[in-house]
C-alpha cells in the first residue's frame, strides 16, 4: 500500500517536472547573456541553416544593437483594411536573436480592423493607449469558442500562441495600442491571405468543398486576395 502510493505520488511529480520542463515559451532559451544576429558570414556558399540567426562576435557588440527608434511614428492606415502593425522583431533589431520577445505598434483608422490571423510562434499581450477595440480569439476544435471583449485606453488583452484573433476599432476616431510578443519572430499568417490568396492558389475543388459553396464564391474571395 504504502509503496504503491509513493510510486504514485512520484510518477506524479516526475509528471510535472517534465511539464515543466517542457513549458518554456515557443523560442528555446538562451545559453549566453545575447546572440546579436548577423547575416551568416558565408551567406552566399554556404548549405548551413540554423535556428535562428548567427551570433556576431560579442567583442563587436554596440548599444545599437538593441535600439530601434521611431516607434512614435504612426503606421499609415490608408489601406483596405484600415490598419497598419509596425512589429519589431529581430530583422528590426539583431538583438533580439535568442531573447524571445518581440514588440508591435498597432494602429488603427476609424472602424478599422485587423483582420483574423495568428501568430505561429508567439503568445501576444495587448495594451489600448488610445480608442476602443473590439477584440477576441477563437480556441481549437471541437469547442471554436469565442473569447471576446471591448476594450478601453489601458486595458490589457491576451491571445494565446496559435489562436484566431483580431481587433476591431469600434470607436469614431483612430486607435492605438501596443502588444508584446512571446518569439523574437512570432510570424504571422492572416487567415484570408493564406486560404485564398495563397501562391500558387488552393484548387477550386479544395476550397469548394471546405467551404460548401460554388466555386464563383471562392473566385470572387480569391479574386480580393490575390
Ligand atoms: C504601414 O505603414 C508603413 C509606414 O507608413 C508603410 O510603409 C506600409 O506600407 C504600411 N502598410 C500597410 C499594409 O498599409
Known sequence: ??????????????????????AWGYDPSPLQDFCVAIDDPNHYNSAVFVNGKFC???KLVKAEDFLFQGLN?????????????TLINVDRIPGLNTLGISLAR???APYGLNP????????????VVEGSLLVGF????PDNKLFTKVLYKGDVFVFPIGLIHFQFNVGHGPALAFA??????????????AVFGSKPPISLDVLTKAFQVDEKVIEALQMQFA
Open 1 to 22: 500500500m504504502k509503496l504503491g502510493a509513493a510510486f504514485c505520488s512520484s510518477a506524479i511529480l516526475l509528471f510535472i517536472l517534465h511539464a515543466t520542463i517542457c
Open 56 to 58: 556576431k562576435d560579442p
Open 73 to 85: 511614428i504612426p503606421g499609415n492606415t490608408n489601406n483596405k483594411q484600415g490598419s497598419n502593425v
Open 180 to 193: 508584446g510578443l512571446s518569439s523574437q519572430n512570432p510570424g504571422t499568417i492572416t487567415i484570408a491571405n
Open 116 to 127: 483574423p490571423h495568428m501568430h505561429p510562434r508567439g503568445t501576444e499581450i495587448l495594451v
Open 138 to 141: 477563437v480556441t481549437s476544435n
Open 106 to 108: 498597432l494602429d488603427y
